[in-house]
């Protein structure tokens, strides 16, 4: 993906990676390590959500928005549970996120949508790379695809070229 | 007498040990391995391609192109040609795009190919999941580009 600015570079921005005051928790993960990878998705959960939130006030279209906020914060907690029941114990949020850049008028609201989107996608598909569990690829999947697309729409709105992602969680973007 | 008998012996033990080797050697040369699972989601992604290139759609032709020389490489890398052996024509220039190409059509085939590469998901090596997982998503993102 190689939108102005580089955003929406999922392994460029590391946005979800970048908790502010962030406290290190080391969670008592089970050896079996798809666990490792679960929780990185869950961050990038935390951050999409926490970053819906902080865009909605400087984007003129809310219902999108909202249906984003929503989204996340479904797969979020789905995926805290799906921690818990592989005896993991689901890393907390960060206190606040940094996006990219700063967030101050809707063009930059929609470019940190991207960058979190495509973190989003990072993650799950780092997910889809480390399981052997047909339940979880499925799991992956989905998220890794629902991500793609709203990333794909904030493209188009924000008209960074090309719209389509060719491989979303990947370098190639 | 205990000579002779034990070169008979010997000469019995060499045939049967000789036998398989000669079948072996007569038999036709072992058939070619199955063709790979993601021969058919390359076969999908070119047709997609020149169904795009068709339709003036460059963003979603270079889209499935990358995807196609992706597939390639992975299928190229899983099955080392046996030296002599025929290559196998997967030129992308064989790939015809129907008569009468449509943008309905290529929205269809790319969410085909998307359930494709999704359905292929469980039962693939961990390796490979990354991949093929990321061209359903692209299938997906290409759509939604497109509508």
Redesign the interface.
Known sequence: MSGPGGFGNGFGSGFAGRRVGAVTTTAAAPAGSDVDAVQQALAAEHAAVWTYGLVSAFVDNQAPVSEGANDHRARRDATERLLRDKGATPKPPAPAYLPPQPVENANSAVAALIAVESDVCTAWHGVLERTEDADLRKTALDALTVSAVRATRWRKTAGVTPVPITLPGTAVG | MIGRTALTRRGLLVAAATAPLVVACTTQPPAPPPPDVLEPLAAAARADAALATALQAP??A??RT??AA?LQAEIDRATPRVPGSPVPSTAPSAVLAPPSPTRDALVQSLRTA?KQA?EL??SLP??R??LV??????C???V??LS
Not at chain 2, 133 to 138: E, K
């Open positions: 963003d979603t270079s889209a990358e995807h992706r998307q999704g998901l469980p961990t390796y999941t990354g997982g990321s061209i359903a998503a692209g997906a993102s290409l939604e580009a």
